[in-house]
């Protein structure tokens, strides 16, 4: 009996131990590690194992379902709220500067150069920090002004009197003309005392200046030398401006000479309010307006996140004057 049922349960154990082998599983090694059960070398279609290292490739669910990573896929509809309840930025997109609604002007000096002529009787000559490269100042070709002045005194409507471009130091030089193409040059004589030498060194080639546009000796120059004709020494010179290339093209300074006069009335001229502007506000536009490139139609973003003054800020104002651009504000 009791070898009977030794051999029945040997015959078992041996049974079991075959099953195994044909079901794969052995001691717990990687069945493909000694290449036993891999594919064969020369299949080249087989499927490659994965190892557990790298991140999975993820596989396209139904709306909700978890991704490969554990992660639940995000549908349409949900990315879609997702961007709806998205934290606002301002948005200041650059237009053209005319229109109904009034311009807050927004650089600090230029509200003070605005002031400055308004309630003084000579030309105001300054240099200003502009956002861009190569900057050229809207005011130059305004007629008119109407400035409402909340803070201060400067309110009402003006004739507009400006010169201005992106500030750089001026160099004069001549070229000989044939005599015959200037039909009255003006001799280097007649020009006042304390401009002669200057001239004389650029119709001499050891070149004028430097000489900064906004002051009056520049106001001087481009308005009697550059493109004129000029009688020195028996000879016929046209004066001009030489600078560095890139003297303009990386200016970030703009100058001005401008004059306000008060008028009874204007067509159409720009509306300016000179408003005091938060600190708070002036921090995250500073950066935008920093970051923003000219020439392009895409806006200028500030935020998130978006205190709120800069909120309050949106909200009470239309539009905002830069010295070379305009921008609606939104948020």
């Known amino acids: ?18 099953t195994a082998g044909c079901l794969g599983v052995g001691d717990g090694d990687d069945p493909t590690a000694d290449g036993s059960n891999g594919p064969a070398d020369d299949d080249l279609t087989a499927t490659p194992t ?13 709306g909700g379902s978890p991704t490969s990573d554990g992660s639940p896929t995000v549908t349409d509809g949900e990315a879609a709220t997702a961007e709806a309840t998205a934290a606002p930025s301002l948005v200041l997109d650059p237009v053209d500067q005319s229109g109904d609604g009034p311009l807050t002007v927004y650089p600090s000096k230029l509200a003070s150069i605005l002031r400055a002529a308004a309630t003084g009787d000579e030309p105001v000559r300054a240099v200003a920090d502009a956002f861009v ?38 160099t004069l030089v001549a070229d000989e003309v ?3 193409e200037a039909a009255d040059p003006t001799p280097v004589a007649e020009f006042p005392a304390e401009y002669r030498d200057l001239v ?3 119709l001499t080639g050891s070149r004028g200046g430097p000489v900064a546009p906004q002051t009056e ?15 020195y020494d028996g000879r016929t010179y046209r004066g001009r ?16 000479v401008l004059s306000l006069s008060p008028v009874d009335g204007a067509d159409d001229p720009l509306r300016l309010r000179l408003s005091e502007i938060d600190p708070a506000v002036r921090r995250p536009v500073d950066g935008a307006l920093e970051e923003w490139t000219k020439g ?16 309050a800020f949106a909200d009470d104002t239309d539009r905002i004057l830069t010295h070379t651009h305009a921008y609606d504000v939104s948020v």
Request: charged share 25%; with cysteine; hydrophobic share 40%.
């Open 133 to 170: 490269y190569a900057p050229e100042p809207l005011l130059p070709a305004v007629d008119a002004v109407e400035v409402v002045d909340p803070a201060g005194d400067a309110g009402g409507t003006y004739a507009v009197d400006c010169d201005g471009g992106p500030s750089h130091q001026m």
């Open 178 to 180: 044939p005599a015959e």
């Open 50 to 62: 994965h190892t557990g290292t790298g991140t999975p490739r993820a596989t396209p669910t139904d």
């Open 241 to 256: 401006e030489v600078h560095p290339t890139d003297a303009v093209f990386f200016s970030t300074e703009v100058w001005y």
């Open 217 to 231: 000796r520049g106001e001087w120059v481009r308005e009697h030398f550059f493109g004129e004709y000029v009688a």
């Open 296 to 311: 392009t139609d895409a806006p200028a973003l500030a935020g998130p996140p978006l205190d709120d003054q800069v909120r």
């Open 200 to 202: 004389v060194a650029a």
């Open 1 to 18: 009996m009791d070898r009977d049922r030794r051999r029945y349960l040997g015959l078992l154990a041996g049974a079991l131990a075959g």
